[in-house]
């Protein structure tokens, strides 16, 4: 295709060394002048390139390829979101390189000539992309080539106002998976940054992306990455996950973190479809599971005892509590509901001056090794009235110490 646009004439073969053309930037600097190739072999007679040619062959260097940009005159971008974007031919930089020494393309005849032969219809691409636009515009209509509809899309920022890079923390999806993240909630996100559907809605599955995303209502403006919105998304796409897809998805790290065996076994498997449905409106990250669910395999043996202890209350009346659920913790338990149960424990918390939440706290420790856990009721039933009440009688033993 080179050798096309030089029979054209909108192409030359530049055969210029390296020493020259720093020779040529020293002395534009020198001079103040503006720096750029002088066009040494742009308006070179045959003769003159026959010569070069042998002179360059004898060297053993090949020539490179540079395009003829337009003297004068204006060339214009047709942009889908900016609009006609206009500039004077003289603004642009100085005929380009297009094919290297080595016989390579560079990006400007590479995507001009792959763009073509994939029949693409649309350019989407970086705002940072829109000088060359002009240069790739002039070499499609040098090259007889239909011009692609280019989109230059909004620049991602980082929250200092400069552009996205890896100073701002994860830049692969590689570690975005790494740190926890759902392929759904990323896409989601990513989605918003730079277009909106409307002023309320936020959540899409790729498939309703699929179906309301349009050109029109992308912004000119750049978007800013914020992770905390990230992790709100993310949150989001993991409360949308079936439980199987769940278990799909943190399995790998259970194993990692020597919860379970590969594959677990049935009742290390029971045991986790139990307790999916209670950490799955907890989760920020998929990665934070490991630490959702050690306790569910690693009974707790040591404690902090403050946290056994409510509030305006103290290590007597932990131990008050403890006791009185002990017998809470029979047979019956594990035939109650959910609703039933917290209604058996509200009403015994009540009959010793305790509210509700006060009265669990000493049992969430005990059970679970610390203050913050999934939903209690629904613990202990998959743990099991029997494991519940003896996790509850070590704790008596370690209070009591």
Request: glycine share 6%; hydrophobic share 40%; with cysteine.
């Amino acid at each position: 295709h080179a050798k096309k646009l030089i029979e054209s004439g909108a192409a030359y073969e530049c055969f210029c060394t390296s020493a020259r053309l720093d020779a040529v930037r020293q002395d534009q600097e020198k001079n103040k002048l503006p720096l750029g190739y002088d066009r040494h072999c742009r308006h070179l007679s045959e003769s003159e390139r026959e010569v070069l040619r042998s002179r360059a062959a004898y060297e053993d260097r090949q020539p490179v390829v540079r395009f003829a940009m337009p003297l004068e005159g204006v060339a214009k971008v047709e942009d889908e979101i900016l609009g006609l974007i206009e500039k004077n031919c003289a603004d642009l930089p100085v005929d380009p390189v297009i094919l290297k020494s080595d016989g390579f393309p560079t990006y400007h005849l590479a995507h001009v000539v792959d763009d073509h032969a994939m029949e693409t219809s649309h350019v989407l691409r970086a705002q940072e992309w829109l000088p060359s636009a002009f240069l790739h515009v002039l070499m499609f209509q040098a090259s007889g080539y239909a011009v692609p509809r280019y989109v230059h899309l909004p620049l991602i920022l980082g929250q200092d106002g400069q552009k996205l890079s890896k100073r701002h923390g994860a830049t692969s999806v590689k570690q975005f998976r790494a740190d926890g993240y759902t392929p759904e909630g990323l896409v989601n996100y990513l989605a918003l940054l730079g277009w909106s559907y409307d002023d309320s809605r936020e959540f899409f599955t790729l498939k309703e992306l699929e179906e309301v995303f349009s050109l029109d209502r992308l912004s000119k403006s750049p978007a800013v990455f914020d992770y905390k919105k990230l992790e709100h998304f993310n949150g989001h796409a993991i409360r949308e996950l079936t439980l199987p897809a769940l278990r799909t998805a943190i399995l790998p790290s259970l194993v990692d973190a020597g919860l379970v065996s590969s594959p677990p076994t049935p009742e290390q498997d029971k045991t986790l479809e139990g307790m999916l449905p209670l950490i799955r409106e907890r989760l920020k990250f998929l990665k934070e599971a490991p630490e959702a669910l050690k306790f569910v395999w690693n009974r707790p043996v040591t404690w902090l005892k403050e946290d056994f202890i409510p509030k305006k209350q103290d290590a007597a009346a932990a131990v008050k509590i403890l006791s009185e659920i002990v017998p809470l913790l029979d047979a019956a338990f594990d035939a109650r509901n959910d609703e039933e149960n917290e209604h058996t424990f509200r009403t015994r918390g009540e009959e010793l001056g305790f509210k509700l939440g006060d009265f669990m706290q000493p049992l969430r420790v005990a059970v679970t090794g610390g203050r913050v856990s999934p939903p209690m009721f629904g613990t202990v039933r998959v743990l099991g009235a029997a494991e519940t009440k003896a996790r509850v009688e070590a704790a008596l033993k370690f209070l009591e110490i």
